[in-house]
């Protein structure tokens, strides 16, 4: 069975840091760039956070930038997204998702089922 699962999330202080992973099981992530996406509470879904099936190629929302870092260890079919400096305005559940091209693209194939993050004091 093709999936994905996401782990790592919890709940963290105002300023804390949190590293959330997304794993694949079934098939290998080496042909596929990957995204994180959120959802907070009565929010739309919005995009966080891609990278390519290379790994040479991320981007990120611009609230993210300089805060996010996103990875990837095709070893360990692993995707990584390394969230610092969190605000609760980050409280929301994470989202990764694969898709079968080379490059970022807005239509992904497979996704996860999420993780809860939670920044509060």
């Known amino acids: 069975q093709l999936q994905l699962v996401e782990s790592g999330g919890g709940l963290v202080q105002p300023g804390g840091s949190l590293r959330l992973s997304c794993a694949a099981s079934?098939?290998?992530?080496?042909?596929?760039?990957i995204g994180w996406f959120r959802q907070a509470p009565g929010k739309e879904r919005e995009g966080v956070s891609c990278i390519s099936s290379s790994g040479r190629s991320t981007n990120y929302a611009d609230s993210m930038k300089g805060r996010f870092t996103i990875s990837r260890d095709n070893a360990k079919n692993t995707v990584y997204l390394q969230m610092n400096s969190l605000k609760s305005e980050d409280t929301a559940v994470y989202y990764c998702a694969a898709t079968p091209f080379s490059l970022c693209t807005d239509r992904y194939k497979y996704w996860g089922q999420g993780t809860q993050v939670t920044v509060s004091s």
């Open positions: 079934g098939f290998t992530l080496d042909y596929y760039s």
